[in-house]
C-alpha cells in the first residue's frame, strides 16, 4: 500500500518537506524571539530581523554560524512552512512593504512550522507498512493537515494546535509501536526497550544493539552513541545535541528531523534515513 500525493509516494513527498529559503522572506530570522545563549550570540526580539540578514534575505555570516555562535541557525528547520507562509498564505507579498503584512506573516509562521512538523511526521508514518485501520486513520489526519495549511491568515491565527497535536501524537505512538514491534521479536534475549523520556545525558553506550528502543522524549546530549546500531529506533522529541553518532546506523531510525541530526556529532560512516542530509559540520 503506498499512499500517493502529488503523485509523489509518502516517502518521496517527506522528503520534499524542506524548507526552500530562496522563497521565504527570511521568516526564521526575524519573526522568532531569541534569547541569547550558547547557541544564539544576541538577544533577538520577535518581529525584529537579525542583524545579520541580508536585504536579499540571506544570511551573510552564513558559512561561519557556528564560529560566530550562532549554531542554533544550523538546527533550524521548517519542514517548508517558511515558502509556504511567504509564498501561498501571503501570495509573494513581502513583509518590509506593510506593517500589517508583516506582524500578521510573523504571528502565522509560528503556527505554519508546527502544521508542517505534523506534515512530516504524518507522511513518514504513511511511508511504512502498517495495519489499513491505521494507514486510514494517518491518510485522514494527513488530508486534514494539507487543508489547514491552505486556511487563510486569519484562519490559521485561530487553530487551537493542541487540538491537533493529541491525535497525531496518538497516531505516530501507534505507528512506532507496530514497527518496533515487528523488529523486537526477532531479537533474540528480550531486553529494555523503554526509554521514553530518559535521562542519558552522556551515557556511555557506545557500539550498543538499541534496535527497536523507544526514546520518544528523551535526553541524549552529549550521549555516545559511536557505532550503536540505532535502527528502528523512536526519536521522536529527542534531545540529541553533542550526542557522538559516528558509525552509528540511523538508517531506518524513525520521526528522526533535520534539526536533531544537524544538533548532534556525526561523521561519514553515519547512516542517515534517505530524507535527512548529512551536516556540512560532521568530520570525514
Ligand atoms: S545569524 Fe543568519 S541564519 Fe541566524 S538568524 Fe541571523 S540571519 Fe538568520
Redesign the pocket.
Known sequence: MSYQIDNLTAGEYRESLQADCANCF?L??TALH?VASSD?AID?PAGV??????SDF?????SE?RG?G?K??TV?DCFGAGQQVSQITFNGQDWRESKQVAGKMFSVFPVMVQLYEMLAYVTEALSYQVPQDLYKELTHQLQGLESLTKLDADKLLALDIMEYRMPVNELLTKTSTHIRSTITNSIPNKRKLDYRGADWIGENAKGKDLRAADFRGAYLIAADLKDADLRAVDFIGADLRDANLEGADLSTSMFLTQMQINSAKGNKQTQLPSYLVQPSHWAS
Open positions: 527570511g526564521c530570522c531569541i544564539f533577538k530581523p537579525c542583524p545579520n540578514l541580508q540571506r544570511c551573510q555570516i552564513h554560524l560566530k550562532f542554533g541557525c533550524f
